[in-house]
């Protein structure tokens, strides 16, 4: 079993910046790929990011791509996702993901998730 904690939500105003991160206890979770996704009022998960096991490759929803940074530090446990230029529309409950195929944009692949952590972004 893997448990993943989401921490760093909160709310911001717009253009500001929040950097989320997801600890990973219980089995190693060096042997996963992670993955955002997101939750917005009245929608399913979106996929927002996604990492590979090594950190090697990434994939970013083209809505957050050029302004979100994946990342994770494997020694740590940790995957982060720092979050710049944030715009209202980013207001959702952030979760992340741990996937045995590799980085995804389909929720499908994932096999363990958090129980993510709400950002609210105002104008």
């Known amino acids: 079993q893997v448990q993943l904690v989401e921490s760093g939500g909160g709310s911001v105003q717009a253009g500001g910046s929040l950097r989320l991160s997801c600890a990973a206890s219980?089995?190693?979770?060096?042997?996963?790929?992670m993955g955002w996704f997101r939750r917005a009022p009245g929608k399913g998960r979106e996929f927002v990011a996604a990492?590979?096991?090594?950190?090697?490759?990434?994939y970013y929803a083209a809505s957050v791509k050029d302004r979100f940074t994946i990342s994770r530090d494997n020694a740590k446990n940790t995957v982060y996702l720092q979050m710049n230029s944030l715009k209202p529309e980013d207001t959702a409950v952030y979760y992340c993901?741990?996937?045995?195929?590799?980085?995804?944009?389909?929720?499908?692949?994932?096999?363990?998730w958090g129980q993510g952590t709400q950002v609210t972004v105002s104008s």
């Open positions: 990492i590979s096991r090594s950190g090697g490759t990434t």
């Open positions: 219980g089995r190693t979770s060096r042997g996963y790929a």
């Open positions: 993901a741990a996937s045995t195929v590799g980085p995804s944009y389909s929720r499908d692949h994932y096999d363990y």
